[in-house]
């Protein structure tokens, strides 16, 4: 089926990221990491709500049972509710450095929350000095990949066998054999190398294990077969798409933040930071939650 542009939510965000959809709620997240910004848009009503962040909100996971978000700000893990703005800080984890900061992260499906750090100063293929950080829910903090440019593109395998990330920098997505009950990763294999000025930003996984990544740089999203072949391309009207979501009633919506961060009066992109939804003619799987206690 070919893809079907269904809407767009006119946010305007300089650097919209980790777009999740809430099913309980029927309610669409995402951050706009330079703006300070944590956006909600309520799907039957069409309300578009923004909440002011303390610092930058990198990414971010819902909580089983609780109002309150996971989160990994630029310099460390909390505790966030974007109502109250009430903050518990977790973890600021050791060795940062000036210029590195948190990025993209996500919840696996055993309950961790996932982050990955990036070089935001200097260049990161000769100073590649990010590392990607799995915290269980007893807040145990564990390191599971270093040498990292800019992190990106957290998700798993339907079965969570496969763990996928990305090293923008590198232009290379991989692939990881997860071990689902301790949560390490092992025999990294190149799953896709994008071409010169593509990038592989966010991405989510569907129903059939294939993956979609956002490629900033090219204007589109791309679906990867789990054998790593290009399966469609979804052009878009930007440049910039950045992370990707499936939601709505039966995850059969696909959710694409961008961003216009970079782009200067020259560049024709009325909708450069809106949030694009499709209907793509496959399913996704619900977003998953932190669970506190766990482990």
Same mark, same amino acid.
């Given at each position: 089926?070919? !893809? =079907? ?18 099913? $309980? +709620? ?28 303390? $610092? =930058? ?30 903050? +518990? ?16 992260? *996500? ?52 079965? &969570? ?15 990881? $054999?997860?071990?689902?009950? &301790?949560?390490?990763?092992?025999? =990294?294999?190149?799953?896709?190398? +994008? ?41 878009? !009207?930007?440049?910039?798409? +950045? ?16 961003? *216009? ?7 024709? $992109? ?15 799987? !619900? ?9």
């Amino acid at each position: 089926m070919k !893809p =079907r542009l269904l809407d767009i939510i006119r946010s305007g965000n300089t650097l919209g990221e980790g777009v999740q959809w809430h099913d $309980e +709620t029927e309610t669409l997240w995402w951050t706009d990491i330079q703006s300070c910004l944590l956006y909600s848009y309520h799907l039957p009503s069409c309300q578009l709500s923004k909440y002011p962040t303390p $610092e =930058r909100l990198c990414s971010f996971g819902f909580i089983k049972n609780k109002s309150e978000f996971i989160v990994a700000f630029a310099r460390g893990f909390a505790l966030y509710n974007p109502v109250s703005r009430d903050i +518990t800080w977790l973890i600021r984890p050791e060795g940062l450095g000036q210029g590195i900061r948190f990025n993209d992260g *996500k919840v696996d499906r055993q309950g961790r929350f996932w982050a990955g750090t990036m070089v935001e100063e200097g260049d990161p293929l000769t100073r590649p000095a990010g590392n990607l950080y799995a915290l269980d829910g007893l807040f145990t903090l564990n390191k599971r990949e270093r040498g990292i440019g800019i992190s990106n593109g957290l998700c798993w395998s339907p079965k &969570s066998d496969r763990l996928y990330f990305a090293d923008s920098a590198r232009r290379i997505i991989y692939n990881y $054999e997860f071990d689902p009950d &301790s949560g390490t990763i092992s025999n =990294r294999k190149i799953f896709v190398e +994008t071409g010169n000025g593509i990038f592989p930003d966010g991405a989510d996984v569907d129903s059939d294990g294939c993956l979609w990544s956002a490629h900033w740089g090219a204007g589109q999203v791309v679906r990867y077969t789990p054998a790593g072949k290009r399966d469609l391309v979804l052009d878009l !009207p930007v440049s910039q798409p +950045t992370c990707v979501t499936f939601g709505g009633p039966r995850f059969e919506m696909l959710f694409i933040t961008s961003a *216009k961060e970079g782009l200067d009066g020259r560049d024709k $992109e009325v909708n450069a930071g809106d949030v694009f939804v499709f209907h793509v003619g496959t399913s996704g799987l !619900p977003a998953c939650h932190f669970i506190q206690g766990n482990f």
